[in-house]
């Protein structure tokens, strides 16, 4: 049976799957959780995603909640160890591989999640962007910037020379940093210009 995504295409938790998904190649259905009807907090949803929140996959009778975690199993079972997730024989690799998916976790999603809720998903809530704290939360990203700046001045991807998962979890945040124009179009005249040099190649997959 093909892999199943429960999931909303804005969401993105969701779109972080499918990035990973289409990378490695796998068909998958992706079938519609509409969060905005209130579809992920129903008991029958519950009982697949105890949290009520979108993506959850079905693969071969196994189901897994939590995007990244997702990304994973794909990725071991889709052909993705050696690639996009180091072999479990490499140490070093696999600890690069933890460090650089901790960061993203940490120093991009928390405060990049936050930003994006304040401007982007409030509305769907009927809620009102409060842009007073977006500035707080986009300064708080950029702040993290630095360490990701002194991080890939040493090596190409987040996790050493080769792309990784760690790197594809950035994907969903894409629209938002163009969109709020953070400083990393032109690798040669951004405050940061490792980091501009990196986006390219991970970004040119939504091309
Ligand atoms: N850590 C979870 C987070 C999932 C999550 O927060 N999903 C959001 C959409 S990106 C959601 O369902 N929000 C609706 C809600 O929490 O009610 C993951 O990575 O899958």
Redesign the pocket.
Known sequence: MVLKIYGHLV????Q?VLAVAEELGVPYELVVVD?TKNE??TLEYLAHQP?????YIEDDGVEV????AICRFLALKYGGVGTLLPAQSDLEGTARFEQAASVELNDFEAPMGLLAWELRYKEYYGLKADLEVAKEHRTKAESRLDGYEAMLSKTRFLAGDELTLADLFHLPYESLVTEQEFDFVKPESSRWPNVARYKLPIYARLQ
Request: hydrophobic share 25%; aromatic share 18%; charged share 25%.
């Open positions: 969401a993105p938790c969701t972080r969060y992920h907090k949290f009520g929140q979108v993506p909640f939590e995007s990244r």
